[in-house]
């Protein structure tokens, strides 16, 4: 059994930042990529940012590249995303994904986070 466990959401001026953090705990496998996903109320939910199990490869979406950084843990069982000049329309719960590489998390996760909600204000 694999959990992911989500914290750092809050409430956060437009502008400001905010690092989320994930940890995996349970079944551990010899590698594996985690990565980031958002759900604004009443949209689907958006891929965000993956890294790889030896974080040197990452991928973004377009809407967050430059502003948003994907990065493992020394223990690499961790997970964060770090979030600058956030604005009003990143306002989401975040959810935490794990899967086998960063092809499979950003299109098919095999493992989530229960979220963590991140609110933008103007």
């Known amino acids: 059994q694999v959990q992911l466990a989500e914290s750092g959401g809050g409430l956060v001026q437009a502008g400001g930042s905010l690092r989320l953090s994930c940890a995996h705990s349970?079944?551990?496998?010899?590698?594996?990529?985690m990565g980031w996903f958002r759900q604004a109320p009443g949209k689907e939910r958006e891929f965000v940012a993956a890294?790889?199990?030896?974080?040197?490869?990452?991928d973004y979406a377009d809407s967050v590249k430059g502003r948003f950084t994907v990065s493992r843990g020394n223990a690499k069982n961790t997970v964060y995303l770090q979030m600058n000049s956030l604005n009003p329309s990143d306002t989401a719960v975040y959810f935490c994904?794990?899967?086998?590489?960063?092809?499979?998390?950003?299109?098919?996760?095999?493992?989530w986070g229960q979220g963590t909600q991140v609110t933008v204000s103007s």
């Open positions: 994904a794990g899967g086998d590489n960063v092809v499979q998390v950003k299109t098919r996760p095999r493992y």
């Open positions: 349970g079944r551990t496998f010899s590698s594996y990529a």
């Open positions: 890294v790889s199990w030896s974080g040197s490869v990452t």
